[in-house]
């Protein structure tokens, strides 16, 4: 499967846990995607940064002064932006290929309205005992909750990507030939307030601004990496089963069914119908990094069609 716009979505469990630790784990982690383009695609590149992005928002905690999670976010996309394009052209160059890469600091309009802001649910930062979460939600306004029994955390809200400011800039890349990373980290979410966009405290989930960004710029495939080969009904269960080739009808029919849980595979799920589902043709593939592309070529892994 070759001469297709492809949009990648890598985890950014999948990138280290620090500056370090990412800039080794990159280089093995782009190889997939070079070969990808040796096969003819056209690819453009999207990525988590939920440890990144909290382990600066914990380095100016503990330092005493408190940068506002937009900007976290943004020098989040700059630094894993800076070691892809590193790992990226360092590879391009060795396999004798010609393809520029860039990274867009991306923007994602959000609505004001959007219900995630009445219910945060994305955890960030430090963890904290009961009385101290009360004090810090009571001086600072922050929605405290406790966090799967390891204390209390600051929770943000997680809403829809509605537009992405720079997709101009991103189309014009691509149109040229070169390897985009773009919407790092779900892209920084703004508002529109008259005129101006204003940063906001949250997070938005990465493979639904990634399905935003591919419908958005064309592409044929959406792809969206993660640490299974495949979708699974009744995953870790002796009577598991692995999905395969699953039309929008079926996938529709296992999520009423309560077969993906809400904080790891639904949201991808829901991510890859959403992109299947805004264009003819045009197909979604869920699985892990190492069978990238056997999954393009219909080898692996779970492909979501109409």
Not at 76 to 96: C, V
Not at 126 to 151: L, Q
Request: with cysteine; glycine share 10%; hydrophobic share 40%.
């Amino acid at each position: 499967m070759g001469n297709h716009r492809i949009v990648v979505a890598l985890g950014g469990n999948a990138l280290g846990q620090t500056a370090s630790e990412q800039s080794r784990i990159v280089k093995a982690t782009i190889r997939p995607l070079i070969d990808l383009i040796e096969d003819g695609n056209q690819l453009l590149l999207t990525h988590g940064n939920g440890p990144q992005v909290g382990m600066i928002n914990l380095a100016f905690e503990r330092s005493g002064e408190m940068m506002p999670f937009p900007e976290c976010g943004a020098m989040s996309q700059g630094y894993i932006g800076y070691h892809l394009q590193n790992a990226l052209q360092a590879e391009i160059l060795r396999r004798k290929l010609s393809i520029p890469v860039a990274t867009v600091v991306t923007q994602v309009r959000v609505d004001s309205d959007d219900p995630a802001f009445n219910d945060p649910t994305k955890p960030i930062g430090s963890f904290y005992d009961p009385n101290t979460a009360e004090v810090i939600a009571r001086e600072k306004g922050w929605v405290m909750k406790e966090d799967a029994g390891r204390g209390w955390r600051r929770h943000v809200p997680s809403p829809l990507p509605q537009e992405i400011i720079e997709i101009e800039t991103i189309r014009t890349l691509i149109e040229a030939g070169q390897l985009v990373i773009a919407a790092g980290g779900g892209g920084i979410p703004v508002i529109a307030d008259g005129s101006e966009l204003k940063g906001v405290a949250a997070v938005i989930d990465k493979d639904y601004a990634s399905a935003k960004l591919a419908e958005l710029v064309s592409a044929d495939l959406l792809i969206i990496l993660t640490a299974v080969d495949h979708v699974s009904l009744n995953y870790g269960q002796p009577d598991q089963k692995d999905l395969h080739n699953v039309s929008v009808e079926e996938i529709k029919e296992y999520i009423k069914a309560g077969h993906f849980a809400a904080g790891s595979m639904l949201p991808k799920v829901n991510a890859s119908l959403s992109f299947v589902e805004s264009g003819s043709g045009r197909e979604a593939l869920i699985t892990s990094l190492a069978n990238a592309s056997d999954g393009v070529k219909g080898k692996n892994g779970t492909r979501i069609y109409c």
